[in-house]
């Protein structure tokens, strides 16, 4: 089983940034593929990114290339989604989302265990 805790949402201007934290515990961090998600109401859950389970490989959606960055630090059990020139559009509640499986994994099903989701709001 593994637990993740989401933070670091709030609300930004467009043109601000917001660094996301997301801490695993329940079973070994190094093990498995990250990925982040964002949904906004009435909308179904959109694939943002995801970084193997080395760190060393990452993949993003179009909308947000170039603007953010996934890291990881499996001594800190941790992921981190750093959000650059951060656009209204991108106001959502973000989830983070761990499987055991190897390399890129971008879609949601493929996932097993998702945290609690934290609101990011960008103001025009």
């Known amino acids: 089983q593994v637990q993740l805790v989401e933070s670091g949402g709030g609300l930004v201007q467009a043109g601000g940034s917001l660094r996301l934290s997301c801490a695993a515990s329940?079973?070994?961090?190094?093990?498995?593929?990250m990925g982040w998600f964002r949904q906004t109401p009435g909308k179904e859950r959109e694939f943002v990114g995801t970084?193997?389970?080395?760190?060393?490989?990452?993949g993003y959606a179009d909308s947000v290339k170039g603007r953010f960055t996934i890291t990881r630090d499996n001594t800190k059990n941790t992921v981190y989604l750093q959000m650059d020139n951060l656009k209204p559009e991108d106001t959502a509640v973000y989830y983070c989302?761990?499987?055991?499986?190897?390399?890129?994994?971008?879609?949601?099903?493929?996932?097993?265990?998702w945290g609690q989701g934290t609101q990011v709001t960008v103001s025009s």
């Open positions: 970084i193997a389970n080395s760190g060393k490989n990452t």
């Open positions: 329940g079973r070994a961090f190094s093990g498995g593929t």
């Open positions: 989302a761990a499987t055991g499986r190897r390399g890129l994994v971008f879609r949601g099903l493929e996932y097993d265990y």
